[in-house]
């Protein structure tokens, strides 16, 4: 197995050398790229000092999935994975990859141990039957595929603000590739700090909106507008609500943000859900991804190599 990792960064500079320290100790043969976009808090001369990077990109916008996709282009290797800025690989982690490629699958994830205030919570594995279709959903942060897959997919889907990698995961299932799931294949992520990739400062998006403008347009995208698909989003919806009524109930959230949630999903779902439909419109081959790698080459102002 020939191994790229690629790191996706923002203003994360004293976590992301925590995650490049994991990859220099347990994936020394990697090469590592680093997707830094665009970052003030001195990421890039600390990326550029550090032995385990053998790529620095600088990108001009911060969009997630353009990051991942830039390191995507850049990369060499026959597998690539994903690992988050706050996010390191533990031990086990580089042979687990290598055990379940050589098993036939082309793609695999595993669990995320979060160090919490108080110890460490474990995600286990998703698997949800959708349409007839049998999906399994990896972490964006932890998760490696052939290059294979990866072209197949065209990488991830830039229209994504929030919850591309559960997309790609819907579009592997529908191609019928494989997505392993192995114990081995763990990484630790610190979630004390704010540390997350995040929307631009000025942004006036609701989380509310973007949940469901994302989930409205990666299941009409992937499926269609079909009665089964309207009646999954409207179960999320009502389940949603009734948390955050029985939140308001409890005092823990006021009336008003209850209200402002509601306000928010109902015209989120409809542009998400048009927009789906259009995406599936103008990309009817089974990776559905108008918006991947190969949809534009200028997410990179410059590039760096390591020594």
Known sequence: MDLSVVVPTLNARDALVEALDALAAHAPAAEVVVANGPSVDGTSGTVRSHDAVDVLLELSERNLNAARNAGIAASSGNVVAFVGQDTQVREAWTGAVADAVA????????????????GVTTEAVERRTISGRDVTFFDGGNVALTRDALEELDGFDEYLQTGAARDAAHRLAGMGREVAWAPNVCVLRDERDDIQHRLPEDTEESPWGLKYRALAYRLAKNYGATPRIAARVFRHASGDAVSVGADVARGDAELSEWAAAGAAVLPNLWRGGQDGLSARVADRTPRRNPNGVSARMDRVHARHDGQ
Not at 103 to 117: L, Q, S
């Open 103 to 118: 098993g036939g699958a082309d793609a695999v994830t595993g669990p995320v141990h979060r160090d919490v205030e108080g």
